[in-house]
Nanobody
Framework: QVQLVESGGGLVQAGDSLRLSCAAS????????MGWFRQAPGKEREFVAA????????RYADSVKGRFTISRDNAKNTLYLQTNSLKPEDMAVYYC???????????????WGQGTQVTVSS
């Protein structure tokens, strides 16, 4: 199966932007529907965004619509999450996830990265 490694997290101020990346290795990346999830301290992990295996369809949580953009480069085996206009409530560990030929539903993902921390100061 595919292995996932996130990067790009950091400490930013409210209103700033970050681009998160997820490098995939192993099985054919282009066969995987990919997603981003996040988990804040004391809260359950929540769905953020997903993109299907050829990049033609995307889905977003209402809380990030219009601010975050998910994209993928199958030639580079890399998934991205552009996060703009960050808010303190966006602060969390962000996880990359994969689903082999899966749909965009949050429950379809079964491969996970180790996470990257995003900290937003007000």
């Amino acid at each position: 199966q595919v292995q996932l490694v996130e990067s790009g997290g950091g400490l930013v101020q409210a209103g700033d932007s970050l681009r998160l990346s997820c490098a995939a290795s192993g099985r054919t990346f282009s066969s995987y529907t990919m997603g981003w999830f996040r988990q804040a301290p004391g809260k359950e992990r929540e769905f953020v965004a997903a993109i299907n295996w050829f990049g033609g369809r995307t889905r977003y949580a209402d809380s990030v619509k219009g601010r975050f953009t998910i994209s993928r480069d199958n030639a580079k085996n890399t998934l991205y999450l552009q996060t703009n206009s960050l808010k303190p409530e966006d602060m969390a560990v962000y996880y990359c996830a994969a689903s082999y030929l899966g749909n965009l539903g949050a429950s379809s993902f079964d491969v996970w990265g180790q996470g990257t921390q995003v900290t937003v100061s007000s």
